[in-house]
T-cell receptor, first 117, second 112 residues
């Protein structure tokens, strides 16, 4: 596609429910990143995929968060048993290969605005 | 713990003047540095990337990097009202396996 796409654009859920957020990277980009931006906070790095593999999951805030990527393209971020503190904008980015010493430009999608009531 | 620090502002600059945005980072091993612009309610978009000490110019924008001082800056010449946004400094340690560490951003206001 022309850019990174994310769905849904907005999600309102009740505390305790599970949510699934989707990211479709730029066509041909093998590296994919998830970030979270809370109100008044900077962007917080969550997880990175090189192809279908996530070398380091330590950035995920808790074990309620999980992410997967299949087919080297679409990724889903799942939050189980959502809490009010999970309310934030979840941003996905992609880069061409993720292998250039971290120097590649990351292109961001429009984000998913999650509100947990 | 990798940290990136920015003055949150707001930084108010008259139209046509030079806006100077500053950023310091804690990890001396950092290799790649980026400036993103984020309009309210929108996602970040890349303005400049810089990897070597010195200046890098692109149109009205100049990024400056000083690795010895662990300092990176962005200058915006001939500031326009459309430059009003939050500017995010982002740093990558390198190696390809890390995401970007972002500062909290500087809110820039260009006064007509």
């Amino acid at each position: 596609g022309a850019g990174v796409s994310q769905s849904p654009s907005n999600k309102v859920t009740e505390k305790g429910k599970d949510v699934e957020l989707r990211c479709d990277p730029i066509s041909g980009h093998t590296a994919l990143y998830w970030y979270r931006q809370s109100l008044g906070q900077g962007l917080e790095f969550l997880i990175y995929f090189q192809g279908n593999s996530a070398p380091d999951k330590s950035g995920l805030p808790s074990d309620r968060f999980s992410a997967e990527r299949t087919g080297g393209s679409v990724s889903t971020l799942t939050i189980q048993r959502t809490q009010q503190e999970d309310s934030a904008v979840y941003l996905c980015a992609s880069s061409f290969s993720g292998l250039a010493g971290g120097g590649e430009t990351q292109y961001f999608g429009p984000g998913t605005r999650l509100l947990v009531l | 713990q990798k940290e990136v620090e920015q003055n949150s502002g707001p930084l108010s600059v008259p139209e046509g003047a030079i806006a100077s945005l500053n950023c310091t980072y804690s990890d001396r091993g950092s290799q790649s540095f980026f400036w993103y612009r984020q309009y309210s309610g929108k996602s970040p978009e890349l303005i400049m990337s810089i990897y070597s000490n010195g200046d890098k110019e692109d149109g009205r924008f100049t990024a400056q990097l000083n690795k010895a001082s662990q300092y990176v800056s962005l200058l915006i010449r001939d500031s326009q009202p459309s430059d009003s946004a939050t500017y995010l400094c982002a740093v990558n340690l390198g190696g390809g396996a890390d995401g970007l560490t972002f500062g909290k951003g500087t809110h820039l206001i260009i006064q007509p």
